[in-house]
């Protein structure tokens, strides 16, 4: 039987196309994926994304179990903060990778991949030893919104009273959202502005409805996983079980910017500095093609003509017109410009290593430098 979230009525309402995700029925598409993906760069898009996992970390032992579990450093977090980790194996691969919310002095929230929740769980109590059987799965409980987009500020503002300009990336902030209790976190996995927001299961949908009525004339949608995918692919993030796994290291993946070496040992320490130290034999690197077609995941790639891995994430962007995707590529093939094959449908399309993210959105900062720059201008003229 698949899991339901409690949005689950809504979307069938909305016309929704459920399909069956990491144990769960959920929405794929509503009014399409290009135009969802469209709606989310230029304006705004709802996402239901309750089938992530929640687990509870508490007590005077949270921060040296998470220490010893995770590459990141904990002790960095202070209360509201929240940051990107990893569970990792001894060889440094990915069991998941995480969100962690700081909640108090030993209080902790880790948000995991659905289909992964019961494995993180029986990995951390495993591996953390007496202090990680307190760990508690309160994923029921919750719902998660993901609102994002450029007009996401304009339209949750309208039903809070927080300071969501005050909210910076990866901070969160307890408050109601439409009358109904929160945490509203400044992150998401598309690249653009916006907020994943924490919610009494059992009042999600109310809010989610208040959401989309404040947001109508802002151009706020319903948005899939369809869209969802192809945002986050844009934006060169990894997607855990294609991307990144067990049997692809944190070094590999090119997220050692996390690795935080000096706090101390963790699991999977050895394994990643040697790698740090030594270099990686591959490397999860971003391409485009400069021939004809789509690259999917599990297509073959060779490097000089020969069989060198495959495709771990591809597709058309919507927003940039043109296929691009992620592989890991052998550690002298890794370079922008590196030329390789993608194999579609038996046909040998040219490729080139470019850099990432492929879409990354416009600073505020850079406008206002732009402004400033104008001004100066006028007055040098006046």
């Known amino acids: 039987m698949l899991r339901r979230t409690p949005l689950h009525a809504l979307h069938r309402e909305l016309g929704a196309r459920l399909v069956p995700f990491a144990g769960w ?15 989310v760069r230029g304006a705004a898009g709802l996402f239901d994304v309750s089938h992530m996992g929640e687990l509870r970390v508490t007590g005077p032992e949270a921060i040296p179990l ?23 194996t001894d060889s440094g691969g990915f069991v998941d990778d995480i969100i962690v919310y700081r909640r108090g002095e030993g209080s902790f929230l880790l ?19 007496p202090a990680a059987q307190v760990v508690e799965d309160v994923s029921d409980r919750y719902a998660l919104l993901a609102l994002q987009g450029p007009r996401a500020v304009a339209i949750l503002g309208g039903l809070t009273p927080l300071n969501l300009r005050r909210i910076r990336y990866y901070r969160f902030a307890d408050g109601p959202v439409a009358g109904v209790p929160a945490t509203v976190a400044r992150m998401g996995y598309t690249g653009e502005d916006g907020f994943e927001l924490m919610l009494p299961a059992g009042k999600a949908e109310s809010v989610a409805r208040r959401l989309l009525e404040a ?3 802002a151009g706020l949608i319903p948005t899939g996983l369809g869209a969802r995918d192809s945002l986050r692919l844009e934006a060169k993030m990894a997607l855990h079980g294609q991307d990144i796994d067990r049997d692809h290291s944190v070094e590999e993946a090119d ?40 690259p999917r995941h599990g ?5 000089a003509g020969e069989p060198a891995g495959e495709v771990t994430s591809g597709g058309y962007s919507p927003f940039l017109k043109k296929s691009i995707g992620l ?5 002298g093939a890794t370079e922008t410009g590196q030329g390789f094959e993608v194999v579609i449908r038996g046909r040998a399309v040219p490729a080139e290593v470019v850099p990432t993210p492929f879409y990354a959105r416009p600073r505020k900062r850079k406008k206002r430098k732009k402004r400033k720059k104008k001004r100066a201008a006028a007055a040098s003229t006046a």
């Open 111 to 129: 948000v995991t991949n659905a289909a992964n929740t019961p494995a993180d769980l029986a990995w951390i109590r495993e591996r953390g030893g």
């Open 299 to 303: 297509y073959p790639i060779r490097v």
């Open 66 to 88: 998470l220490q010893r579990l995770t590459p990141n450093d904990v002790s960095r977090l202070r209360i509201g903060q929240a940051q990107y980790s990893a569970l990792t």
């Open 327 to 331: 592989a890991y590529l052998p550690a």
């Open 25 to 39: 029925e959920m929405p794929v598409q509503f009014a399409g994926v290009v135009k969802e993906h469209l709606a």
């Open 255 to 294: 997220l050692g910017w996390m690795v935080k070496y000096a706090k101390g040992d963790f699991i999977g320490r050895d394994a990643l500095l040697a790698q740090r130290e030594g270099g990686v034999a591959r490397k999860l690197v971003g391409f485009e093609l400069r021939g004809r077609g789509i």
């Open 215 to 217: 947001g109508a004339d």
